[in-house]
């Protein structure tokens, strides 16, 4: 079992950071959702006023002749009145509503890589504890949110500040002016506003997605231990690999000694090394190499073919070069056919006069 005790220091590994993912724990900030959904929002507004002020405007006005001229009003013209301030909301709002909630998909979309998980709505009862409730009100992270919240509201009145104090003079004037004229002057000076918050905000967001990807990074961090343990889990036991790699060498020795009887000569230099070639004409294209070996695997070869008869020839450098460059069960590349087919021919004309 890990120390829990055990500083965590290493990254987070793909498996973790999988695991995770599948418990709705990804990486976002939400800062950058509020600031883009904010810069959008105000563009739009500002693109879409016309519309937004000719709906309103007809509106208000075709309420001020209904007052002027109705000296009761019924259920049907309640309804008519409610019919006409749905649609109205309709025109101004909901472009601007649907504008807001695309944005905010696509920017949750875009942070979170298209994630969809319901594993994070379950509910948690460590949440409901008091005491997880005040650690994380003192914890780093709860002290961040609190300085971004702060820092917020003093740059959002600050900039409402000094908007309104540059333009305090022309607030007086508006007395002498229309409707229009006013209306006008009183939204430049919010889209102003809005246009320094908007900055303001954006780069609050900066610094946010920053710590956040640090805060994120650091809570996935791992100890060595549980790397260690997680290795273990997906890769296997280190001691228990190398068991099984020894015992496939081993398997595979034993096959390999077992094919040493079916040579037809053996190459050796003089004890370090040893090759087993053997060639049917019928079935392979070129000879094979059904054994090799070193140091005490290469005497053991020897051995074996002194005691079934089989050839054995030195040959320094056409050994240490067929026990590097040729596997086992493999064919002789073309670069070794004639020194190995002098070899053979050799071996072939020493077989021959055994017979005769």
Same mark, same amino acid.
């Given at each position: 079992m890990p120390d829990s005790s055990e500083e965590k220091t290493e990254k !987070?590994?793909?498996?973790?950071?999988?695991d995770q993912r599948k418990e709705g724990n990804v990486f976002q900030s939400k800062e950058i959702l509020i600031a883009a959904s904010l810069v959008v929002t105000f563009v739009?507004?500002?693109?879409?006023?016309?519309?937004?002020?000719?709906?309103?405007?007809?509106?208000?006005?075709?309420?001020?002749?209904l007052a002027g001229s109705m000296d009761v009003i019924n259920d049907s013209d309640l309804s008519q009145l409610f019919i006409s301030g749905i649609i109205t909301f309709a025109i101004a709002a909901v472009p601007l509503l649907l504008i807001a909630s695309i944005i905010a998909v696509i920017v949750t979309v875009a942070q979170t890589r298209g994630l969809v998980t319901f594993k994070s709505l379950r509910p948690k009862f460590s949440r409901m504890n008091p005491?997880?409730?005040l650690k994380n009100m003192v914890s780093l992270k709860g002290m961040v949110e609190l300085l971004k919240s702060i820092i917020k509201i003093v740059i959002l009145f600050y900039i409402i500040y000094l908007t309104i104090g540059g333009e305090i003079n022309k607030i007086p004037k508006m007395i002498d002016m229309s409707v229009g004229e006013s209306v006008s002057v009183i939204g430049q000076l919010i889209w102003d506003i809005a246009l320094k918050i908007m900055i303001a905000?954006?780069?609050? !967001? =900066?610094?946010?997605?920053?710590?956040q990807k640090w805060s994120y990074e650091k809570q996935l961090r791992m100890t060595k231990q549980e790397v260690k343990e997680e290795y273990k889990m997906t890769e296997g036991d280190p001691k228990i690999k190398g068991q099984i790699k020894q015992k496939q060498r081993e398997m595979s020795r034993q096959r390999m000694m077992q094919a040493v009887p079916e040579a037809n000569v053996v190459i050796r230099n003089p004890t370090h090394y040893a090759v087993a070639l053997k060639?049917?004409?019928?079935?392979?294209? !070129?000879?094979?190499?059904?054994?090799? =070996?070193?140091?005490?695997? !290469?005497?053991?070869i020897i051995e074996i073919a002194e005691e079934h008869n089989i050839v054995i020839m030195e040959n320094k450098p056409l050994a240490r070069a067929l026990y590097a460059e040729v596997g086992i069960d493999m064919e002789i590349p073309p670069e070794f056919y004639n020194p190995v087919a002098e070899v053979l021919a050799y071996v072939y004309s020493l077989n021959e006069k055994e017979l005769n």
């Amino acid at each position: 079992m890990p120390d829990s005790s055990e500083e965590k220091t290493e990254k !987070a590994t793909p498996k973790k950071r999988s695991d995770q993912r599948k418990e709705g724990n990804v990486f976002q900030s939400k800062e950058i959702l509020i600031a883009a959904s904010l810069v959008v929002t105000f563009v739009s507004f500002r693109f879409l006023y016309p519309i937004i002020e000719s709906a309103l405007s007809d509106n208000i006005k075709s309420f001020f002749r209904l007052a002027g001229s109705m000296d009761v009003i019924n259920d049907s013209d309640l309804s008519q009145l409610f019919i006409s301030g749905i649609i109205t909301f309709a025109i101004a709002a909901v472009p601007l509503l649907l504008i807001a909630s695309i944005i905010a998909v696509i920017v949750t979309v875009a942070q979170t890589r298209g994630l969809v998980t319901f594993k994070s709505l379950r509910p948690k009862f460590s949440r409901m504890n008091p005491m997880s409730g005040l650690k994380n009100m003192v914890s780093l992270k709860g002290m961040v949110e609190l300085l971004k919240s702060i820092i917020k509201i003093v740059i959002l009145f600050y900039i409402i500040y000094l908007t309104i104090g540059g333009e305090i003079n022309k607030i007086p004037k508006m007395i002498d002016m229309s409707v229009g004229e006013s209306v006008s002057v009183i939204g430049q000076l919010i889209w102003d506003i809005a246009l320094k918050i908007m900055i303001a905000f954006a780069f609050v !967001a =900066g610094f946010d997605f920053l710590y956040q990807k640090w805060s994120y990074e650091k809570q996935l961090r791992m100890t060595k231990q549980e790397v260690k343990e997680e290795y273990k889990m997906t890769e296997g036991d280190p001691k228990i690999k190398g068991q099984i790699k020894q015992k496939q060498r081993e398997m595979s020795r034993q096959r390999m000694m077992q094919a040493v009887p079916e040579a037809n000569v053996v190459i050796r230099n003089p004890t370090h090394y040893a090759v087993a070639l053997k060639y049917d004409h019928d079935k392979n294209r !070129a000879p094979i190499v059904v054994a090799k =070996g070193e140091d005490f695997m !290469a005497l053991k070869i020897i051995e074996i073919a002194e005691e079934h008869n089989i050839v054995i020839m030195e040959n320094k450098p056409l050994a240490r070069a067929l026990y590097a460059e040729v596997g086992i069960d493999m064919e002789i590349p073309p670069e070794f056919y004639n020194p190995v087919a002098e070899v053979l021919a050799y071996v072939y004309s020493l077989n021959e006069k055994e017979l005769n």
